[in-house]
């Protein structure tokens, strides 16, 4: 099982998802620990997801917020490691999660 699964984490389809989630995961820390979504302050899913969104929606402002107004685009992040050896080894990695399905 387990040589199974380290086989299939060198294949270039596993690595380019992996690039994808490695990319978010920096996110979700955020929200989970910074922003204390782990628990809600509320009852019902139907509550608990606009508090969800509702925090993505400060999040971002908060983000944007810090922008100068004459930066039109931050600039990039410097890729992770994982990122690096894709590039290095001339391997593809997607550019958002988006372009998964297509």
């Known amino acids: 099982m387990?040589?199974?699964?380290?086989t299939e984490q060198?294949?270039?389809?596993?690595k380019a998802r992996y690039a994808v989630r490695s990319?978010?995961?920096g996110t979700v820390n955020e929200f989970a620990h910074g922003h204390?979504?782990?628990?809600?302050r509320y009852?019902?899913?139907?509550k608990a997801h606009i508090q969800h969104v509702l925090t993505?929606?400060?999040v971002n402002i908060e983000r944007l917020s810090g922008l100068s107004p004459t930066e039109e685009t931050p600039t990039p992040r410097r890729p992770?490691?994982?990122q690096g050896y894709l590039d290095q080894h001339e391997i593809?990695?997607?550019k958002s999660w988006r372009t998964l399905g297509s």
């Open 56 to 58: 993505a929606i400060a």
């Open 10 to 14: 060198q294949t270039p389809e596993w």
């Open 23 to 25: 990319g978010v995961e």
């Open 36 to 40: 204390g979504m782990r628990r809600c």
């Open 92 to 94: 593809p990695r997607l």
């Open 2 to 6: 387990q040589l199974r699964v380290r």
């Open 43 to 46: 009852r019902g899913q139907g």
């Open 80 to 82: 992770t490691a994982f």
